[in-house]
């Protein structure tokens, strides 16, 4: 399965303002550009987005569906108006929460089939046999193409990689969270030649507004390096610093903007230097290579 350079995610779209025409027409958008993928995930929106992405399809020729790969995670429950059956926020990777997930999002999404699934984060009380026979399952009925986790350390991602094999996983970094180069995940995704998925690869936006000594540093090193780069955005400078990794990752985009959107595909052609790279490394953890 084929996941565009760039991922655009969707957790930030209830704040958008966008009505099913505008987010179809977003999500078109998006695929002219050559990002098809789209990052939701169950609980978004308080359990309400999966639903409006599928009224946007509603309005779609049928083709655009086949234009586009939607990724969506489960395993999170939480109360909510959407789930009053949820008492606790607790997470759930039984086969008959998981199956019921998958159902619930083919229905909201309007789809027949999920191209990603993502256990959204680690259980710790997950059965990595039941779960990779529900995987199996889903995989065998056409419900889901292909599986993956999300936020799991390197041994929570081998145990059920072990038992069944997961595409990515999804989990946080940008140059102002560094600590997937320290905890072994990007190792394990090149060691198994699995690209990982990188969510909030813009720091949520402090990359731009934080006000902390790391946020300036790295705002100064990442305009530097645009300078050096004929004037490329911070943003794209940001995006081009995470591919650089040999993991070669795919970034996960929270922009509601197509202008955003262009800046992170931009960064596909930016090809930055192992210096560029370090510069950026010293300044987000703040002293010197050793
Ligand atoms: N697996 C997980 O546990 C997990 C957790 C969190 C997120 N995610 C996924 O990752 C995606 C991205 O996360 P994220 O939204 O935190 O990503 P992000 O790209 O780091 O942050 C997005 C925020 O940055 C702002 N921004 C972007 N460019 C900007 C600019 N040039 N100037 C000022 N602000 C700018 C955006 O506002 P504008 O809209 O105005 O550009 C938006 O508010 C989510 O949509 C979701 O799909 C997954």
Redesign the pocket.
Same mark, same amino acid.
């Given at each position: 399965m084929k996941l565009s350079p760039v991922v655009a995610? *969707?957790?930030?779209a209830d704040q958008?303002g966008l009505d099913a025409a505008g987010l179809l027409r977003w999500m078109q958008q998006a695929a002219d550009l050559g990002i098809t993928t789209f990052?939701?995930?169950d609980c978004?929106g308080a359990f309400t987005t999966e639903g409006r992405f599928g009224e946007a399809f509603a309005l779609a020729p049928p083709s655009f569906r086949d234009r586009v790969q939607l990724v969506t995670?489960c395993g999170i429950r939480f109360p909510c108006d959407a789930r009053p059956a949820f008492r606790l926020k607790s997470y759930d990777t039984s086969r008959r929460y998981v199956s019921g997930c998958v159902d619930a999002s083919l229905a909201a999404l309007r789809t027949d089939r999920i191209e990603l699934l993502?256990i959204?984060?680690p259980d710790l009380l997950m059965n990595p046999d039941e779960l990779a026979d529900t995987f199996a399952g889903l995989q065998k009925s056409g419900k889901v193409l292909e599986f993956g986790v =999300?936020?799991h350390t390197a041994s929570q991602f081998a145990l059920l990689h072990r038992r069944f094999p997961l595409v990515t996983n999804?989990i !946080?970094f940008?140059p102002l969270q560094m600590k997937a180069l320290a905890d072994g995940t990007l190792e394990q995704a090149v060691d198994l030649g699995l690209r990982p998925m990188l969510?909030?690869?813009?720091?949520? +936006?402090t990359?731009?507004?934080g006000q902390d000594e790391q946020a300036v540093r790295v705002r100064t090193a990442l305009q530097t390096l645009g300078g050096k780069h004929g004037g490329a =955005?911070?943003?794209t400078v940001a995006y081009a610093w995470l591919m650089r990794h040999p993991s070669r990752p795919l970034p *996960? #985009?929270? #922009? +509601?903007?197509i202008d +955003?959107l262009k !800046?992170a595909m931009a960064a596909t052609s930016l090809k930055l230097s192992a210096e560029d790279w370090y510069a950026v490394w010293e300044a987000s953890i703040g002293h010197p290579v050793p």
């Open positions: 995610g *969707v957790w930030r958008w990052d939701h995930a978004y995670k993502l959204h984060r =999300s936020n999804q !946080e940008s969510w909030s690869p813009l720091g949520g +936006g990359l731009f507004n =955005s911070l943003a *996960v #985009t929270g #922009t +509601g903007r +955003g !800046e």
